[in-house]
């Protein structure tokens, strides 16, 4: 999965880098006194370009915010404060740690034509788990997690996404969020890398905000993928599972879907593939993208942390024809704290889910 735009790299994948798995209360993380020192397992916990501080006795935090303007083709213009994040992770023992990641979202709309509006805040935890480290490749998790399905439902903190819009086949199609018990393994054979994560089955006892999830039933699911050096690249190839269905509901919608992403030559290439199939009161779904996010700095010194990206969509609503489209965009983070992205979308019509237009997005990291 991918955590950041220069995740993935051959290295490492050669020392089998963990991301930042684990979680917990962010109350009790900020609050509990720590009983134990910090230790060397505590630079795992920071993103690959070191934002974040880390305190004494093992507790970590950072956070970000996301200024975002937006010029459709058809409708009114938008500026909004998106996203306030907050994260934290504690670490009392080498084997234990807890993490959340609290945001604020929505914090002042300007609509034009409309003006201002700030009645539509509100705060939520994106993430809430607690892990312990099983084995040395099994680890588990209790908690809320962004659900381990494809490439981009499990990146979601805006700086660190490529562009400002989401292909229209990540979002919604399946609850973003899972909610209950989870274990992931990690391991390599003879050059390849395995990644198997397996979630469920409580979806409903914990609900930290996010009404447009299907979080209000019960989800449960899998994802496996395989990578592999091949010469220059990398290349890695997932397969997606989740089951989910509404409390009151008698029968389950499924998703499925294939996700690849594969390094060569600085140009980070990511693909997803998914099919929805119906459940009560869902349609069946499906689509696909292909993206490419291409380094500009080699054609000159000031193009330090810029990258062209390159995207195609196709998507099959529930009704209706389909649309097929295009993203073109840049992504440019000069500095770890300061991340600048513009794209231009463009499609033949505007539905719900792809929405033609320009989109720009001003992020702090801290």
């Known amino acids: 999965m991918i955590e950041l735009p220069r995740a993935r790299r051959t290295a490492a994948f050669a020392a089998r880098r963990r991301t930042p798995l684990a979680g917990a ?55 909004e404060i998106d996203d306030i994040s907050l994260l934290a992770r504690w670490e009392p023992t080498p084997r234990f740690a807890l993490f959340g990641e609290l945001r604020l979202e929505n914090l002042l709309e300007v609509v034009e034509g409309e003006g201002a509006s700030s009645d539509h805040w509100e705060f939520v935890f994106e993430r809430l788990y607690a892990e312990a ?149 869902l349609r069946a779904v499906h689509g696909l993208y292909l993206q490419d996010a291409i380094p500009l700095e080699p054609l000159t010194p000031l193009a330090r942390g810029l990258y062209g990206v390159v995207r195609f969509e196709y998507f099959q609503p529930g009704t209706g024809t389909a649309e097929i489209g295009g993203l073109l965009g840049l992504y440019w983070r000069p500095v770890p704290s300061f991340v600048l992205r513009g794209d231009y979308t463009f499609g033949s019509r505007t539905i719900d889910r792809f929405q033609p237009g320009f989109n720009c997005s001003i992020s702090f990291l801290f």
Do not use: C, K
């Not at 397992?41 to 974040?52: L, M």
């Not at 004494?56 to 970000?64: E, F, N, R």
């Open 25 to 79: 209360l962010v109350l009790l993380m900020l609050a509990l006194p720590a009983s134990a020192g910090a230790d060397s397992s505590a630079s795992r916990i920071r993103d690959s370009v070191g934002n974040g501080i880390t305190l004494p006795w093992g507790l970590w935090v950072a956070g970000d915010a996301t200024l975002h303007g937006q010029v459709p083709e058809h409708g009114p213009s938008l500026f």
């Open 133 to 281: 480290l099983l084995t040395p490749a099994l680890t588990m998790r209790l908690g809320t997690i962004f659900t381990p399905f494809g490439l981009w439902n499990v990146i979601q903190r805006s700086p660190f996404t490529w562009t400002v819009e989401e292909p229209a086949i990540a979002d919604d199609v399946f609850p973003r969020h899972a909610t209950g018990l989870s274990l992931l393994y990690q391991t390599t054979w003879q050059g390849w890398t395995f990644d198997a994560t397996a979630y469920g089955p409580a979806q409903d006892t914990l609900r930290f905000g996010h009404p447009e999830d299907h979080d209000a039933g019960w989800l449960m699911g899998s994802r496996i993928a395989a990578g592999r050096i091949l010469g220059p690249a990398f290349a890695s190839l997932g397969v997606n599972a989740a089951g989910f269905r509404e409390r009151a509901a008698s029968t389950w919608a499924t998703a499925t879907g294939l996700d690849l992403e594969v390094s060569i030559g600085g140009n980070q290439v990511t693909g997803e593939l998914t099919f929805r199939l119906p459940g009560a009161g």
